[in-house]
């Protein structure tokens, strides 16, 4: 089984409440991610887990927070959510530490902030 | 910094016809690029489509083809014959390998193929 799932596929929030995103993946594979997509952009990553090691980039830093409670797992977590947190939400998967290895991309959650 | 700029869609072509999409990557920071090729048909996720790990070398899936060209920091998407199967969005990403695996995504080239 290659896929990467995700819950919920789409998600209506209120401008200041929280928001917990769940992305999973049964491949065993040590490195998670998650990106964010918005019309017209680029994929963006946000973080990574690497085994048990979460690495953020600098400029979401805040932003968003995530927790790995095993290796299938992982979640993506906003505190308080603004208008312009709307976007698609992608979950990815890869062995990582190795030249070869590829990004197993979920569906996407969409979450749409009021 | 690093990045990859492609050609901008949406790209509408007839099925049969010849396809290109551009790609040019700039890797400031990475000594060896990887090069990839990302797909997303309606209402599935991305998959990989093709990649390329050494300079020179040339992918190819599905009847679709891309040559990393590091002179021209380059690696077109290109395919002789279109269908109408291949509508989907098209993402050029570059990759690179410090203890993780990190992708840097193009804004991706929205595809419709014309009966």
């Known amino acids: 089984d290659t896929t990467v799932k995700q819950n919920p596929r789409y998600k209506l929030a209120r401008v200041g409440k929280p928001v917990n995103l769940i992305c999973s993946q049964t491949m065993n594979h040590d490195t998670m991610y998650w990106y964010q997509k918005k019309p017209n952009q680029a994929p963006k990553l946000l973080l990574f887990?690497?085994?048990?090691?979460?690495?953020r980039e600098a400029d979401t830093f805040e932003k968003f927070q995530s927790s790995r409670p095993n290796n299938s797992f992982c979640s993506l977590y906003i505190g308080s959510a603004g208008l312009e947190y709307s976007a698609m939400y992608l979950c990815?998967?890869?062995?990582?530490?190795?030249?070869?290895?590829?990004?197993?991309f979920g569906p996407g959650t969409r979450l749409t902030v009021l | 910094g690093d990045s990859v700029t492609q050609t901008e869609g949406p790209v509408t072509v007839s099925e049969s016809e010849s396809l290109i999409i551009n790609c040019t990557y700039s890797a400031t920071s990475i000594a060896y690029p990887n090069l990839f090729w990302y797909v997303r048909y309606p209402g599935e996720g991305l998959q990989l489509l093709l990649k390329v790990i050494t300079a020179g070398q040339k992918g190819s899936s599905r009847g679709f083809e891309a040559t990393y060209n590091k002179e021209t920091t380059s690696f077109h998407l290109q395919k002789a014959s279109v269908q109408e199967s291949d509508s989907a969005v098209y993402y050029c990403?570059?990759?690179?390998?410090?203890?993780?695996?990190?992708?840097?995504f193009g804004s991706g080239t929205q595809l419709t193929v014309m009966p």
């Open positions: 990815a998967s890869s062995r990582g530490g190795d030249n070869y290895a590829e990004q197993f």
């Open positions: 887990y690497y085994d048990k090691i979460l690495n």
């Open positions: 990403a570059l990759g690179e390998t410090s203890g993780s695996w990190q992708l840097i």
